[in-house]
């Protein structure tokens, strides 16, 4: 008898003598470039250092595009959008010691985010490994130790032979549900030794799915279908998983509102009557999902922003389906359905029975007219009119990326993305410096769209390195940087704890000349003017700026 795991392919007689004669000159480095280019990779992103050059070497003899930046942390965040968009993992090189810890808040955010990155580090040689201090440059006693409470997995390489199997097996890992950053090291003189192994040719490392258990979902179903008020709250697993389309259905089936969290946005459309939007940080929002029987939260672990900074404490039944174990029940008791949001959204509609409910659209417009009139009592005139210029000359397929500035913190509320994956910030881990080198991993995926980039001026100056870089690689991204004379949030936050501020203040250059400088179009604004220059600026092909200077405020919170 002969089972599928005794069969084993033969290679052809051309592989043979492929594998007899490789190339001459090739190094470890080729090995790890060759095993990208087999997996599917096309596009990698890093920045040079001295441990690492074996692998930076190899890519002039390969078809991989590189798009080099400035700066580590940049890097990380640019393969985090270009995951985060293709959906692919996304290869960042780096090199060791310094170059390798400047990546971490990176990846920080694509863990937070489950954005699929894939980090290849250098090492000092072999034999430093191990903990013992050599003295070499750059050394670290454990240097795996640094990523391994952010990343999925780490892998560790000791030789040539080891190379294509470790990058498989993090290749893998890092596409597997929940996606997320991976991080595979590789000593200096394993990348640049001359190698006589065979060129690596395709790599298989699909990811196994993750699907619900049948009598989970059948218990969900049922709970669901005989509700006398359900809701939904829809995270960003549902767009991960690209799964609005299912959601909708559902939604519409069971005639129960949604509501989309600030990673979610676009997982259902804005308008529908069953919308209530964004509105997480709004009481009357949490009071609607509060009061709902049967509360489905699909793609989120509830966590502080989803949850109004855990005031949320539902009454009703919680039904949690999330690929990431960790999240699951994390906050709330629930029937926890550890899934990919797709396959457990597949699994309720091939069950869940119709529920009629005609009082459902006028409970969700009395919610949005409790939270306009809200809004409406603060005088917001100013934040309202320039986010409302940013979504007109927005196209609706044009990918957008918020750094933690005040805009962002009302676009998570209050902004329509119109598409799934299309909004992108840095609400995940948190940290400055996201909006523009995000949207140049962006525009590397897809150069058929301009994409957005929004940062205050704080955030700005993280980046503008990389103004150099969008300007080398002519890539379509547009900048706007709201400038406000400081941290504008932190200002807010400070003066309303302590009565003042402290640290926030800074000095800034000259945005549009300092953009001008690089060889990038750049225009000074006013909110009367935001939109025609903005959608101006979005047609140009390359890089461009907007500068709006502008003391923005927050609406009020309800959580305290």
């Known amino acids: 008898m002969t089972h599928d795991h005794d069969l084993v392919l033969r290679p052809t007689a051309a592989q043979t003598e492929a594998a007899l004669n490789p190339p ?61 968009i293709t959906g692919e993992a996304a290869p960042l090189l780096l090199s060791t010691g310094p170059g390798a810890l400047m990546s971490l808040a990176a990846l920080q955010e694509a863990a937070a985010a489950s954005a699929p990155v894939l980090a290849i580090g250098s090492q000092v040689p072999a034999a430093g490994l191990g903990g013992g201090r050599h003295g070499y ?83 969900a179903a049922h709970l669901l279908a005989n509700a006398e008020r359900p809701a939904i709250i829809a995270g960003g697993g549902v767009v991960r998983s690209d799964a609005s389309g299912k959601l909708l259905a559902l939604a519409e089936r069971l005639q129960a509102p949604v ?43 509830l966590g502080e922003l989803s949850s109004n900074y855990h005031t ?13 174990l960790g999240k699951l029940e994390s906050n709330h008791p629930a029937l926890g359905i550890h899934a990919d949001a797709r396959l457990a959204l597949s699994a309720l509609l091939e069950t869940v029975g119709t529920r009629a409910d005609e009082h459902a659209a006028d409970r969700v417009r009395t919610v949005l007219d409790q939270v306009r009139d809200r809004i409406d009592g603060q005088d917001l005139t100013l934040e309202r009119q320039v986010l409302a210029a940013v979504r007109d000359a927005l196209p609706d397929d044009a990918p957008s990326f918020w750094d933690m500035t005040i805009l962002a913190y009302w676009a998570w509320s209050a902004f329509d993305a119109r598409r799934p994956n299309t909004m992108h910030s840095a609400q995940g881990a948190g940290g400055l410096g996201y909006g523009f080198p995000a949207a140049l991993g962006a525009a590397a995926a897809d150069p058929t769209r301009p994409v957005l980039a929004v940062s205050g001026d704080g955030g700005a ?80 092909s390359g890089p461009s700026v907007v500068v709006l200077p502008a003391l923005l405020k927050m609406f009020a919170p309800t959580h305290l």
């Open 312 to 324: 949320f404490a539902p009454r009703g039944r919680v039904i949690q389906i999330e690929a990431d």
């Open 137 to 219: 440059l750059h050394e670290l006693r454990d240097q795996q130790a640094s990523f391994r409470d952010i990343v999925k997995s780490v892998h560790t390489v000791r030789t040539q032979s080891q190379i294509p199997s470790a990058i498989a097996a993090a290749w893998e890992s890092a596409l597997t549900a929940p996606h997320g950053p991976v991080w595979v090291e590789i000593p200096q003189d394993v990348l640049l030794a001359g190698t006589a192994l065979p060129v690596v040719t395709a790599m298989d490392a699909t990811p196994e799915d993750l699907p619900p258990r049948p009598e989970l979902t059948a218990l």
């Open 24 to 84: 001459p000159g090739r190094t470890g480095g080729d090995l790890v470039v060759e095993t990208l280019a087999g997996l599917g990779a096309t596009t990698v992103f890093g920045l040079p250092g001295q441990h690492a050059l074996g692998m930076f070497d190899a890519l002039r003899r390969s078809k991989l595009r590189y798009v080099g930046l400035r700066v580590e942390n940049n890097a990380g965040f640019a393969a985090d959008a270009y995951g985060r």
């Open 259 to 301: 509501v989309t969290t600030f990673g979610g946005k676009g997982a259902f459309p804005w308008k529908h009557p069953l919308s209530l939007q964004s509105w997480l940080e709004d009481r009357h929002t949490t009071d609607f999902l509060e009061d709902a029987d049967v509360l489905l939260v699909v793609g989120s672990g």
């Open 461 to 540: 100056m993280y980046s503008i390195a990389e103004l150099a870089t969008a300007k080398q690689y002519g890539l379509n991204v547009t900048w706007l940087i709201v400038d406000d004379g400081g941290y504008g949030i932190l200002r807010e936050y400070m003066t309303d704890a302590f009565g003042a501020a402290t640290g926030t203040e800074l000095a800034r250059p000259d945005f549009v000349a300092l953009a001008e400088s690089f060889g990038v179009p750049a225009v000074r604004t006013t909110p009367e003017d935001l939109r025609e220059d903005l959608a101006k600026s979005l047609a140009r």
